[in-house]
């Protein structure tokens, strides 16, 4: 059974930095895309990052660029986001999902598996 797990959410204050991990199981995702997306309440899933299979290649939200990043470990199977300068319009559920393909996309309709979620919340 192929799982994502996400962790590393919780609450934190305006400014301050989270590191989210995203572990899979059940099979390997070395050779695929991985991403990150977040949803707020009320609101649409939304694209956060994404990464190509082998690290080489990353894509953020422009909300995001410069104070997030994305990156990945395919020997413990698990993807980051590292979350600096966090801001109170951060706070969602963040959630990872590995593509069936090599490359990035930000379409979250592109991506096979996802994750359970975890909680970011920045208070200002």
């Known amino acids: 059974q192929v799982q994502l797990v996400e962790s590393g959410g919780g609450l934190v204050q305006a400014g301050g930095s989270l590191r989210l991990s995203c572990a899979a199981s059940g099979r390997t995702f070395s050779s695929n895309g991985m991403g990150w997306f977040r949803q707020a309440p009320g609101k649409e899933r939304e694209f956060v990052a994404a990464?190509?299979?082998?690290?080489?290649?990353?894509f953020y939200a422009d909300s995001v660029k410069g104070r997030f990043t994305i990156s990945r470990d395919n020997a413990k199977n698990t993807v980051y986001l590292q979350m600096n300068s966090l801001k109170p319009e951060d706070t969602a559920v963040y959630y990872c999902?590995?593509?069936?393909?090599?490359?990035?996309?930000?379409?979250?309709?592109?991506?096979?598996?996802w994750g359970q979620g975890t909680q970011v919340t920045v208070s200002s």
């Open positions: 990464i190509s299979w082998s690290g080489g290649s990353t």
């Open positions: 999902a590995a593509h069936l393909r090599p490359h990035m996309s930000l379409r979250a309709t592109e991506y096979t598996y």
